[in-house]
T-cell receptor, first 112, second 119 residues
Framework: RKEVEQDPGPFNVPEGATVAFNCTYSNSASQSFFWYRQDCRKEPKLLMSVYSSGNEDGRFTAQLNRASQYISLLIRDSKLSDSATYLCVVPDPYSSASKIIFGSGTRLSIRP | EAGVAQSPRYKIIEKRQSVAFWCNPISGHATLYWYQQILGQGPKLLIQFQNNGVVDDSQLPKDRFSAERLKGVDSTLKIQPAKLEDSAVYLC?????????????????FGPGTRLTVL
C-alpha cells in the first residue's frame, strides 16, 4: 500500500456545486496532515492543515478519520478559480526532521 | 517578503549532458528542500538541508545527482550525466526551522521550479 493515495480524478463539476475527495494514508502514527493546492504549471501552496478531527476555512473543510486512516477535503459553492490539483500531504512519522510525503494529487476542474 | 527564487525557469538538454539548478530560499529560513516532480505525480523529496548540513538525502540518486548549500543560504542541485527519466520540474522549498514537534510542522514555501527536459 502506498504511503499516501489519492483519487487522481479529474473531477469535473459545475460552478456552485459541492465537491469532496479523499486521501488515504498507510501509517497510523501520522499526527498531522495537510492539503496543498497546485495550479497548472505553478508551485504547490499550503491550503489547509489538519491536526485534530478537522478544520474549516470559509468554503473549505478538511476532515480527519483516524480509524479509517483517511482525510477528506470538501469544497462548497465551488468557484471557477478552485480549478487546480489538490495534493494530500502526510508527514513522515519516522523522520526526525520535517520530511513530508505528497500524494499524486486530485485534479479538479470547475466548469461555468 | 521575497519568496523562494529559482533559476533557470526552463532548461532543455540532451541526455548525458550536465545541468545545474540554483535556489535562494526565503531570508532567514534554516531549512531548504529540493523536490523532483514528474508529470502527473506529487513532489518527491530529493534532499533536505538544515543550515549547511544534510538532514535527509535518502532518495537522492547519488550516482548522478549532487547538491550543496555551502554557506547555509542558497543551494545548487546538479545532475551529471542526465538521463531521459530526469525530465521533471525541480522544486526548491524552504521553511523557517523545519523541525517537527507536537504534531506541528513548519510550512514549506515553494519556489516556481525549474522545468527540465532531457532529449
Amino acid at each position: 500500500r502506498k504511503e499516501v493515495e489519492q483519487d487522481p480524478g479529474p473531477f469535473n463539476v459545475p460552478e456552485g456545486a459541492t465537491v469532496a475527495f479523499n486521501c488515504t494514508y498507510s501509517n497510523s502514527a501520522s499526527q498531522s496532515f495537510f492539503w496543498y493546492r497546485q495550479d497548472c504549471r505553478k508551485e504547490p501552496k499550503l491550503l489547509m492543515s489538519v491536526y485534530s478531527s478537522g478544520n474549516e476555512d470559509g468554503r473549505f473543510t478538511a476532515q480527519l478519520n483516524r480509524a479509517s486512516q483517511y482525510i477528506s477535503l470538501l469544497i462548497r459553492d465551488s468557484k471557477l478559480s478552485d480549478s487546480a490539483t489538490y495534493l494530500c500531504v502526510v508527514p513522515d512519522p519516522y523522520s526526525s526532521a520535517s520530511k513530508i510525503i505528497f500524494g499524486s494529487g486530485t485534479r479538479l476542474s470547475i466548469r461555468p | 517578503e521575497a519568496g523562494v527564487a529559482q533559476s533557470p525557469r526552463y532548461k532543455i538538454i540532451e541526455k548525458r549532458q550536465s545541468v545545474a539548478f540554483w535556489c535562494n530560499p526565503i531570508s532567514g529560513h534554516a531549512t531548504l528542500y529540493w523536490y523532483q516532480q514528474i508529470l502527473g505525480q506529487g513532489p518527491k523529496l530529493l534532499i533536505q538541508f538544515q543550515n549547511n548540513g544534510v538532514v535527509d538525502d535518502s532518495q537522492l540518486p547519488k550516482d548522478r545527482f549532487s547538491a550543496e548549500r555551502l554557506k547555509g543560504v542558497d543551494s545548487t542541485l546538479k545532475i551529471q550525466p542526465a538521463k531521459l527519466e530526469d525530465s521533471a520540474v525541480y522544486l526548491c522549498a524552504s521553511s523557517s526551522s523545519g523541525l517537527a514537534g507536537d504534531g506541528g510542522l513548519d510550512t514549506q514555501y515553494f519556489g516556481p521550479g525549474t522545468r527540465l527536459t532531457v532529449l
